[in-house]
């Protein structure tokens, strides 16, 4: 059944919150990583908070959907929609990157993680090892991998969509956070992607391409990518670095930077957050 338009904006509301609550946790923590943080955000929380089956109260339900942040840097996004579904409370968002509290990148210590994430690649074969084995279990559940364009960089993505064709997963979907920008620069300065919807067909994938800040749009391709049979299915959805903050889109400075005092008030004028909190 198709989103109402009720919905959909309660879903951007709670991306404007989000995308305040993982600022101020950045700039408390004076550490992180903002740019693809955002850029996430409505990926994650659609899947979060509307589509997956899973919940906080049964989290290891052997038929639950499973979600590997493989781009494990944008896990304050991640915590921030675990907090939502009730995973911990959203208090602890404070604590992030301090001793103790919510590490800089997923780690199994944290409730509802399935996969820790930090080596770029090293997320996606392990989706891949979970889609397998629900197959085996003849599970309904499906695993969803959430991918950095950055990340295509490493070779073992391509050898992880090679088997996963092979073994036809279409329990697994891929969904790559295409904002075009990583570390040092744009995506085709740094390695040049090509045509990235015919690399991924000639991998033996299904590909369905949207934009990535759209929740009706995102709906409608995980909707058809959990229809799939017979092959594992990618969804390219075309993002911004740093969306929702101005000084921030599509700049790669603001990849893993802290936020200054100024940067913060002007985030917070421009998303109606404060600076107090």
């Not at 590997?68 to 921030?80: E, N």
């Not at 309904?140 to 950095?148: H, R, S, T």
């Not at 919807?197 to 949207?210: D, I, N, Q, R, Y």
Request: hydrophobic residues 40%; contains cysteine; charged residues 20%.
């Amino acid at each position: 059944m198709a989103l109402t338009a009720e919905r959909i904006a309660e879903l951007n509301e709670l991306c404007r919150r989000f995308r305040i609550d993982v600022l101020t946790a950045i700039h408390g923590a004076q550490s992180g990583h903002p740019g693809g943080s955002l850029s996430v955000c409505e990926i994650l929380t659609y899947l979060y908070q509307e589509h997956m089956n899973l919940s906080a109260e049964n989290p290891a339900d052997p038929d639950r959907d499973r979600l590997v942040l493989s781009k494990g840097h944008a896990a304050p996004m991640l915590y921030r929609n675990l907090a939502e579904k009730g995973f911990f409370p959203v208090e602890r968002m404070s604590t992030l990157r301090r001793m103790g509290g919510l590490a800089g990148h997923p780690n199994l210590h944290c409730p509802g993680v399935e996969m820790p994430g930090g080596p770029l690649g090293q997320g996606f074969p392990a989706a891949q090892g979970m889609a397998m084995a629900l197959k085996l279990n003849a599970s309904p559940a499906k695993v969803y991998a959430i991918l950095g364009d950055g990340e295509l960089n490493e070779g073992v993505i391509w050898e992880t969509a090679m088997s996963a064709a092979k073994f036809k997963l279409d329990n697994l979907i891929a969904v790559v956070d295409y904002n075009k920008v990583q570390l040092d620069g744009t995506t085709d300065e740094i390695m040049p992607l090509g045509d990235l919807a015919a690399k991924w067909e000639s991998f033996g994938w299904t590909v369905l391409e949207c934009d990535g800040h759209d929740i009706e749009a995102l709906d409608f391709c995980i909707s058809v990518a959990d229809g799939a049979v017979g092959a594992p299915t990618v969804v390219i959805a075309n993002t911004v670095k740093g969306k929702g903050v101005s000084f921030m889109e599509g700049k790669n400075t603001w990849h893993g930077k802290a936020i200054d005092d100024e940067s913060f008030k002007i985030a917070m004028e421009e998303l109606g957050g404060s600076v107090n909190g």
